[in-house]
């Protein structure tokens, strides 16, 4: 192919670019919205800790369920059509929170929330293999590193719409709210509940008019056609499922994967309630450390990318996961503003953890892969799991020795860091996580 030709196809591919990079923007903000959602609602449904953390359970369980169909439909009719329905079934969750509030019924916004992360399944799964085949194959790893860093951007909007749309900053305490009568009372959850209604009715419609821009504009041969180009060297999904249980490293890797993504949910999940429990924090105040939280996420992913072009990646994950104990347990022990500073600095050590254990899991897997990061995929179920622990044991103890679980975790994590491959990994990009 001359250099006319590649300059062609690199501005066909430009406008499909900019439409799919903006995906990894959308579904940062559908993460970590539920962060504000979990005190918001645990504030208007009246929850407790095990309940509000069911935010993150029903999220991840969308994920989880629909990994594998996400993947079926992207090799079966491509990448874009995995996409559009993707952006459908995200917009069809958000505009289900609004007669979930009308109802007042939290079972209605746990539905809505699976939808949209079922939606977000079919988006994660086909939109880092399609930015690959938007323009120059030479240029591929960059085009998907620029992609991945509208992710924080996305994740910090989420907190800043929470922050200022959604959390009213009234809170009442036990002796206030019996003070007022049934009716304030009622209007009070009310107002809370219908506070979600025009941020998410905004998201929808956006996320709506997306998909038909998708629809219409017209695509590389290569993003509509069958995804699965390399048939030929294919073997069954059950063929590789059973060479996979016969491969510790990488069955070590799913269980660390979703430990990690169980202390990550976990960790941004409570961070709100902690600062609540321990210092008596305002909502709107406490999600600031929300905010300081990603921001040191995204500092420590470009060092850590940086570090690792001198050091093996197995050790910066277990010396960043050894670190985090510490930093966990610290908050479980001490409590207080230290606690909470504490829980902010561990997402800094958390940022390269997902795409190291991917990275290591997946090392030397072959024709193994592609079955072996459905697995992966699969793993962020403990998303769902971690964070309901975490609020049992909130509500059978406090609020801070819910975060021992996050400390086993990360030792965990610690562990398979030990046993990681001591060959180099050359990492290309970042998951949203």
């Not at 929170?97 to 939606?119: E, K, M, T």
């Not at 399944?121 to 620029?146: C, W």
């Not at 009442?172 to 007022?180: I, P, Q, W, Y």
């Not at 979703?258 to 406490?286: C, D, H, N, P």
């Amino acid at each position: 192919m001359d250099n006319t030709q590649t300059t062609r196809r690199g501005a066909a591919a430009l406008w499909p670019l900019i439409l799919i990079t903006s995906l990894f923007f959308f579904w940062g903000i559908a993460n970590n919205l539920n962060d504000v959602l979990i005190p918001q609602f645990k504030k208007a449904f009246i929850l407790t800790d095990l309940q509000s953390g069911l935010v993150q359970s029903a999220f991840y369980m969308g994920y989880f369920l629909l990994a594998l169909p996400a993947a079926f439909v992207m090799r079966r009719f491509g990448y874009k059509a995995a996409v559009v329905l993707g952006l459908v079934l995200y917009a069809t969750g958000a505009f289900l929170f609004y007669p979930a509030a009308d109802n007042h019924q939290y079972g209605w916004f746990l539905g809505a929330l699976f939808v949209i992360a079922s939606g977000l399944a079919f988006l994660e799964t086909s939109a880092n293999p399609l930015i690959t085949v938007l323009g120059d194959p030479d240029k591929a790893a960059f085009r998907l590193n620029l992609a991945q860093s509208f992710n924080p951007l996305g994740a910090l909007s989420g907190i800043f719409i929470g922050q200022h749309f959604i959390l009213s900053g009234i809170e009442h305490d036990e002796v206030a709210l019996s003070a007022m009568s049934e009716a304030a009372r009622q209007a009070f959850y009310v107002s809370e509940v219908k506070a979600v209604q025009g941020p998410y009715l905004i998201i929808g419609c956006v996320v709506l008019l997306w998909a038909v821009l998708v629809l219409v504009s017209k695509f590389p041969v290569a993003a509509n056609v069958d995804a699965q180009n390399d048939s030929s060297d294919e073997i069954t999904f059950g063929q590789s499922v059973a060479r996979l249980f016969s491969k510790p490293h990488f069955l070590f890797g799913v269980v660390a994967q979703f430990f990690y993504v169980g202390a990550q949910v976990g960790i941004w999940s409570f961070t709100i309630r902690y600062a609540q429990v321990e210092l008596g924090m305002a909502e709107k105040e406490a999600a600031n450390y929300l905010y300081y939280a990603l921001i040191a996420f995204a500092i420590g992913r470009f060092a850590g990318t940086a570090l690792m072009t001198r050091v093996r990646p197995g050790l910066i994950l277990g010396v960043f996961a050894l670190i985090n104990v510490a930093l966990t347990l610290y908050a479980v022990l001490s409590g207080g503003i230290n606690g909470l500073y504490a829980l902010t600095a561990s997402s800094f050590f958390m940022s390269i953890m997902f795409p190291t254990i991917f990275a290591t899991s997946v090392q030397g897997l072959g024709n193994l892969t592609k079955t072996g990061s459905s697995l992966l995929v699969m793993s962020i179920v403990g998303g769902a799991a971690l964070p309901a622990v975490m609020g049992l044991i909130s509500d059978q103890s406090h609020m801070r020795a819910g975060f021992v679980v996050t400390t086993i975790c990360f030792a965990v994590i610690a562990l398979y860091a030990l046993r990681a491959p001591k060959a180099e990994i050359a990492l290309t990009g970042s998951h949203g996580h």
